[in-house]
């Protein structure tokens, strides 16, 4: 069943019972109010009845026929009757109908009592009022209701009728309000099958209608937008990959031909090329390890936790000096951020091995850990003032730099890791030469920081020029 059918049946039987809750409850209503009507007008004749009969009963409890007073002679709607005990019965007005159960129930009750019930003579409905006299016999009152009944079953036609009017009327009004109110699912339907057929991302909802649907569309299309976006970059990322492979799959294969040739290459020669075969292949190793880095986002199944900054940046200074042989001078506080530190490691091996293979000076490399910041200078030539808007972007290289070994993609994952740890980077040029980059995290918690830990102050790093 669709939302829309839902929708109009639930407005239908609601405004259908409500009008039967309704209706029936006017009915019982005018049906009481009726019934005490006629009982009043039954309670009025009995009083003068009585006194009359007080007067006209013989001295052994036998009634004649009295007359009743004038006023009730000339009523045909009302008859009465004298039941004695022994079950002689006198008409007093009109024909009267015999003596019925609540009648004789009544015999025998004290004078002045009194009982109503609703009967069937001959298919004729009758209202009865029997009274208790003094004298061993009860009065019989009767009035036709036939009225009453036609008055009654009219209304329940005019019910009927008005429910079935309101039901007719709330389908229609219903079907038109679940069309304005499932129109935009319709179309976020609509668009989500078109992209999930064509996958075109191009696909956007009207954004209009209440503010439920309007948020509705609102999100539909943030998240096309998002998916867009995400798709740019990855064909992004495969467009800049595909470039970044041709360089070293292109010397692979000029030295593979070369090797072909063997027979005419020198010893020397043929050594350079399998040296050059092994440099190419570690760059296309490394290029498609941080190409998988970027595009998977291996780290995201690492817990975070408090983290001493000093601690990690000294675990990599150390390999840095041992895998390159270049001194690493370190000045670390106690700056603890919450982290992931696999993740921080690769950030800070990103920046020193950035910082030894841009500074062919042979000096040392300057890190400095103030207050979450990293920051790590060499006395290199610096950037290049037009490269310093992109150097975090990925595959950049400057023009100085692409005849070195990489992929472009270092500080790029620098930036990326940061930007998860709720940090900033910076890039500019020492103030005495050299190329200054610099990572800042939030600091955490000091609730949260491992045991041992000074507390943590707040100096600022050095600035970028």
């Avoid at 042989?325 to 106690?334: E, I, K």
């Amino acid at each position: 069943m669709s939302l829309r059918l839902k929708l109009v049946l639930a407005l239908v039987l609601l405004s259908t019972g409500a009008t039967v809750v309704v209706g029936a409850s006017s009915y019982r209503s005018t049906r009481a109010e009726l019934t005490s009507e006629v009982d009043r007008s039954l309670e009025a004749a009995v009083e003068p009845i009585r006194g009359r009969l007080r007067q006209q009963f013989d001295r052994d409890g036998r009634p004649d026929r009295p007359s009743p007073p004038g006023e009730f002679r000339a009523r045909t709607d009302l008859q009465a009757v004298v039941v004695a005990e022994d079950g002689t019965v006198v008409e007093l007005v009109g024909e009267g109908i015999e003596p019925q159960q609540v009648t004789l129930d009544l015999m025998g009750s004290p004078a002045g009592s009194s009982a109503f019930a609703t009967v069937t003579v001959d298919d004729t409905p009758y209202r009865v009022l029997a009274s208790s006299l003094r004298v061993p016999a009860v009065l019989q009152l009767a009035r036709n209701v036939e009225e009453i009944d036609r008055v009654l079953a009219a209304l329940r036609t005019r019910i009927v009728l008005v429910g079935l009017v309101v039901a007719v009327v709330a389908g229609l009004v219903g079907s038109l309000l679940a069309r304005q109110l499932t129109r935009p699912l319709e179309q976020l339907a609509a668009a989500a099958a078109t992209v999930g057929a064509t996958g075109s991302l191009d696909e956007r909802v009207p954004e209009g209608g209440g503010p439920e649907t309007a948020r509705l569309g609102s999100s539909f299309n943030g998240m096309l937008a998002a998916l867009a976006r995400s798709k740019a970059a990855q064909q992004q990322l495969v467009q800049d990959a595909g470039h970044e492979l041709r360089t070293p799959l292109t010397s692979l294969r000029t030295n593979v031909y070369a090797l072909r040739r063997g027979d005419q290459l020198t010893p020397e020669d043929r050594a350079r090329v399998l040296d050059d075969l092994e440099s190419e292949t570690q760059e296309l190793s490394a290029i498609v390890d941080e190409i998988v880095e970027l595009a998977t986002d291996a780290r995201s199944d690492e817990p975070f936790e408090p983290v001493r900054l000093g601690e990690v940046v000294g675990r990599v200074a150390e390999r840095t000096e041992l895998r390159t042989g270049r001194t690493v001078r370190l000045v670390a506080d106690d700056s603890v951020v919450l982290g992931r530190p696999r993740a921080l490691e690769r950030v800070v091996s990103n920046l020193l091995g950035n910082a030894t293979k841009f500074d062919t000076s042979g000096g040392p490399i300057e890190v400095q850990v103030v207050a979450g910041a990293i920051v790590v200078t060499d006395h290199g030539p610096g950037f290049e003032p037009a490269d310093l808007p992109f150097v975090f972007d990925r595959f950049h290289r400057s023009v100085s730099a692409r005849s070195l070994p990489g992929s472009g993609l270092g500080l790029s994952i620098v930036r990326d890791l940061t930007e998860a740890h709720g940090g900033t980077v910076a890039a500019g040029n020492a103030p005495g030469g050299g190329a200054m980059v610099s990572v800042t995290l939030p600091l955490a918690d000091p609730s949260t920081a491992p045991p041992g830990t000074s507390p943590q102050v707040a100096p600022q790093p050095p600035p970028l020029s």
